[in-house]
């Protein structure tokens, strides 16, 4: 029993999880689109699961990504699909946690009262230029990362 309580909270340090809303915009056709999902990060492991509009999984672990869609079917990527969402899936989940903004070596970070604006550095700057983060009492409300092609991916932590 003793193990099983110790198993847990070591698991809860590493865990985190919660819902979202995506708003992304395309810049080259002027459109938003929105996603609702939840994030679930582990010490190993994020799980991305999109409910609306439709059914979408992305599953994220030290060796590979996989995409699971509405109809069952599960794709890995690999080349450069696997490497840059392996790499937005570490900054969505780098930006989700304010103590990682704080201190973290891959961006330049400047505050504005409740707002972190972000500068990404080295290799990460040629897929995100910069990020805005909202917090409130420690705790991010929401993170939106502008991308060289003009386009911005907002997500709204619920």
Same mark, same amino acid.
């Given at each position: 029993?003793?193990?099983?309580?110790?198993?847990?909270?070591?698991?809860?340090?590493?865990?985190?999880?919660?819902?979202?809303?995506?708003?992304?915009?395309?810049?080259?056709?002027?459109?938003?689109?929105?996603?609702? !999902?939840?994030?679930?990060?582990?010490?190993?492991?994020?799980?991305?699961?999109?409910?609306?509009?439709? #059914?979408?999984?992305?599953?994220?672990?030290?060796?590979?990504?996989?995409?699971? !869609?509405?109809? !069952?079917?599960?794709?890995?990527?690999? !080349?450069?699909?696997?490497?840059?969402?392996?790499?937005?899936?570490?900054?969505?989940?780098?930006?989700?946690?304010?103590?990682?903004?704080?201190?973290?070596?891959?961006?330049?970070?400047?505050?504005?009262?409740?707002?972190?604006?972000?500068?990404?550095?080295?290799?990460?700057?040629?897929?995100?230029?910069?990020?805005?983060?909202?917090?409130?009492?420690?705790?991010?409300?929401? #993170?939106?990362?502008?991308?060289?092609?003009?386009?911005?991916?907002?997500?709204?932590?619920?």
């Amino acid at each position: 029993m003793r193990y099983f309580i110790i198993l847990l909270i070591h698991l809860s340090l590493f865990a985190q999880s919660y819902d979202f809303e995506e708003l992304k915009f395309i810049s080259a056709v002027s459109t938003e689109f929105k996603k609702s !999902g939840n994030i679930s990060i582990e010490e190993n492991k994020t799980v991305i699961t999109y409910n609306k509009p439709s #059914f979408k999984q992305i599953v994220k672990d030290s060796e590979n990504v996989s995409i699971e !869609g509405s109809s !069952g079917k599960i794709y890995k990527l690999k !080349g450069k699909a696997k490497y840059f969402t392996q790499q937005f899936i570490d900054i969505m989940t780098r930006l989700g946690d304010f103590n990682e903004i704080k201190s973290n070596r891959d961006f330049d970070v400047k505050k504005e009262k409740s707002v972190y604006y972000l500068t990404f550095l080295e290799e990460i700057s040629s897929q995100i230029k910069s990020a805005e983060v909202r917090i409130e009492s420690s705790k991010v409300l929401s #993170f939106k990362m502008f991308l060289p092609n003009e386009d911005t991916i907002e997500i709204i932590k619920k």
